[in-house]
């Protein structure tokens, strides 16, 4: 489908508009003309999914969540809370929700994160805060608990 990679640093204007880096862009390929799906993220940024993704996400994961579970019915509202759909205009802008920015404290400058197959928007001193490893977890303790029992691909030992 789409896999975003890269980090950018970006600036938001006073309108709440922010443009799009070409780099990014590119890497929508063919669901550069649909909507996107802004919303509040985990870990306190804001993410930014190709509407399609969105979809396939809230279909797949969230359609059959049963609405008579109390902590499901919590999580579906947490979800959907915030996401705006927004569309791309002829100067590669989108025009971001105030309450969204507000909530995850993004002011004049942004930072984008191609994460897989959203794209995470920072507040650059929380995302460098974040990022300096500050709750203990350095990248490879991360990846060995993460992937560590994980198949490694095109190993020997799972061909035979």
């Known amino acids: 489908m789409v ?20 780099k990014l862009l590119e890497q929508f390929g063919e669901l550069r003309h649909h909507p996107i799906v802004v919303n509040r993220g985990l870990d306190g940024g804001l993410v930014l999914y190709p509407e399609p993704v969105w979809r396939q996400i809230t279909r797949e994961r969230l359609a059959g969540l049963n609405h008579f579970n109390k902590k499901a019915r ?3 509202r947490k979800w959907y809370r915030g996401a705006t759909r927004l569309q791309i205009d002829s100067n590669d802008r ?44 350095e990248f490879d303790e991360l990846s060995e608990a993460v992937l560590g ?12």
């Open 3 to 22: 896999e975003f990679l890269g980090e950018y640093e970006c600036k938001i204007d006073s309108k709440g508009r922010l443009r799009l880096p070409s």
């Open 74 to 76: 919590m999580f579906m």
């Open 94 to 137: 989108i025009l971001l929700p105030k309450t969204l920015l507000k909530w995850a404290n993004i002011e004049e400058s942004v930072i984008l994160q191609g994460v897989d197959n959203m794209i995470e928007m920072w507040n650059p001193e929380e995302w460098e805060a974040i990022m300096a490893d500050e709750d203990g977890f």
């Open 149 to 160: 029992s994980a198949p490694v691909l095109g190993d020997p030992k799972e061909d035979a």
